[in-house]
C-alpha cells in the first residue's frame, strides 16, 4: 500500500514539495537547514524541534527514494 502510494507521486511532484515544504519558510533561513545546524551542535532536544527537524526532511526523504528508484528502474 505505501508503496503503490509511492509510485503515484511524479519525480516532478516529489521536487516542488522539497523545494517548497522541505525549505519552508524561507526567511530568514530555511527551518531544514536551522534543525540541522542544531542537530550538528547538539542543540536539538526539545521535542518540537525534533518534529519540525523530521516533518521538513520527509520531503527531502522522497526526493531521494523517487530518484534512486529512477536510477534503479530501466526505461
Keep these: 500500500m505505501l508503496r503503490s502510494l509511492l509510485d503515484s507521486i511524479t519525480l516532478g511532484q516529489a521536487a516542488l514539495v522539497a523545494l517548497t515544504l522541505g ?16 542537530l550538528a551542535a547538539g542543540t536539538l532536544t526539545r521535542p518540537i524541534d525534533i518534529f519540525d527537524l523530521v516533518f521538513h526532511a520527509l ?14 528502474t530501466p526505461g
Design 23 to 38: 525549505l519552508a519558510p524561507f526567511v530568514p533561513e530555511p527551518h531544514i537547514w536551522e534543525k540541522l545546524k542544531m
Design 59 to 72: 520531503p527531502w526523504a522522497l526526493l531521494i527514494y523517487k530518484l534512486v528508484e529512477r536510477t534503479r
